[in-house]
């Protein structure tokens, strides 16, 4: 049985393109407040935090090339996928910040958004 595997940007990530600064990524910091809320509930996911450059190699190794944005959450098999889940190489996943929030309280028991 495989768990959610949610990848995201590390916090406090560089850019090339604006050297010495630093930043967080508007779509991950909500999941990384979510996440920080209730740590118990994070450790019943896979949870990678990658570097900013592309190549997302971890990212093609799990999607493909074509899906390298983050967030996203990749379905495990221990629960039904939703719905809403876009396919690609055989694995089923969402990249869109909000909807990772709504399924984290609803498959993982996270607070839902108000």
Sequence with gaps: MSKDTLLLLE??????AYPGER???PDC???????AADPSR????????????RPRQAVIDALDDQHQGLPVLIFGDEQAVPEDAQTTSGRHFVSDSRRILELLAQRHGFPRLH
């Design 29 to 35: 910091n909500p999941i990384e407040g979510l996440l």
């Design 11 to 16: 916090p406090g990530f560089t850019d090339p």
């Design 23 to 25: 930043f967080i990524c």
């Design 42 to 53: 994070a450790e019943r996911l896979e949870i990678k935090r990658l570097p900013f450059p």
